[in-house]
């Protein structure tokens, strides 16, 4: 059984930072794309940031140059620093995995997390 657990997120002003951890526990052969989405009231889950195992980052253009994602391999972890965070980053973050449980082959599945509620104030 795999599983995706978030840590971090809570309340923050305008102007400050928050940082974000998802790590992926479990049988696991590899981990191909990690990333990180959110989904703000009323709205369609968004791609916010994309890392690959070789660290190749993609990010939306709403938070390029605010929000940095990286991972640790050896912990099958995933990180977002979020700086000069702003109201409209309000939403509820889901961390994602794109990997290959132990005894699946080559086939890679599409795993979330339960979701952290980052709340910016103005």
């Known amino acids: 059984q795999v599983q995706l657990v978030e840590s971090g997120g809570g309340l923050v002003q305008a102007g400050g930072s928050l940082g974000l951890s998802c790590a992926a526990s479990g049988s696991i052969f590899r981990i191909n794309v990690m990333g990180w989405y959110r989904q703000a009231p009323g709205k369609t889950r968004e791609l916010v940031a994309v890392i690959s195992g070789g660290g190749s980052a993609n990010y939306v253009d709403a938070v390029k140059g605010r929000f940095t994602i990286s991972r640790d391999n050896a912990k099958n972890t995933v990180f977002l620093q979020m700086n000069s965070l702003k109201p409209e980053d309000t939403a509820v973050y889901y961390c994602?995995?794109?990997?290959?449980?132990?005894?699946?082959?080559?086939?890679?599945?599409?795993?979330w997390g339960q979701g952290t509620q980052v709340t910016v104030s103005s």
């Open positions: 994602n995995a794109d990997l290959v449980p132990l005894g699946a082959g080559r086939t890679s599945y599409t795993y």
